[in-house]
């Protein structure tokens, strides 16, 4: 496969703190791929550090370009979209107003996949909320508009960052069907989680990270299979 993110010897740093020490990873086209590991080891700021929006140093080459050094709006208008772990919607807007905000700017020689109907359809709730106020919404609800609104500026890979934190059980289970068609429709995924079923369940392959370095790649299988690693690395 043809590599759409290829991340190579990636440092990390807040400040003086060195968080992130010589990260590879790889998600290629039509792929998803999970980010795994116990909270403080480092993911959320690897797809940061992905997205510009922490000093890094290495490479992170997308569809074959460099990033590294690029402001996060220049990274998003090269078709690398981002859903950060806290929502990050606009409150006093309504969800449709929301969704707008993040369509794809007119002109592009490249026609969307996605559109308002396509949100509403996967997400009926949005549609019987569509204009509401956002930050009256429950948290499934805010997750779904945040996952629409990263969408519906047409990305061709999409980082989420612990998409199911604090749903409840059946909004887990709509958003794990989400993200299988978001591959169907050829969008990579870069996966952050910690439901350790939901990721072995829908990736195809799975990083585990521990002490800002990734400690394990291979399939969801070889996971299941290498019990020393849940344990040292996944299990509480």
Known sequence: MMPLLEIKDLHAFYGKSHVLHGVDL?????????LLGRNGVGRSTTVKAT??????????????????????????HKGLGYVPEHRDIFPTLTVEQ?????????????????????MYQMFP??????????????????????????????????????PTEGLAPKIVDLVAEYL??????????????????????????????GHGAIVFEGTPAALRADGAIRREWLEV
Not at 98 to 118: F, P
Not at 135 to 156: A, I, K, N, Y
Not at 192 to 209: D, F, G, N, P, T
């Open 51 to 76: 997205m510009g929006q922490v000093h890094s140093t290495g490479s992170i080459r997308f569809k074959g370009e460099e990033m590294v050094g690029l402001k996060a709006f220049q990274i998003a």
């Open 26 to 34: 790889v998600v290629n086209q039509g792929e998803i791929v999970s």
């Open 98 to 118: 929301n969704l707008i905000l993040g369509e794809k700017k007119k002109g592009s020689s490249k026609s969307a996949r996605w559109s308002l109907k396509d």
């Open 180 to 209: 299988k068609e978001l591959k169907n429709r050829g969008i990579s995924v870069l996966l952050v989680e910690q439901k350790l079923a939901i990721a072995l369940e829908i990736s195809q392959r799975v990083y585990v990270m």
């Open 125 to 162: 709730r949005l549609q019987e909320r569509q204009h509401t106020q956002a930050g009256v919404l429950s948290g499934g609800e805010q997750q779904m508009l945040t996952l629409c609104r990263t969408l519906m500026g047409d990305p061709d890979l999409i980082m989420i960052d612990e």
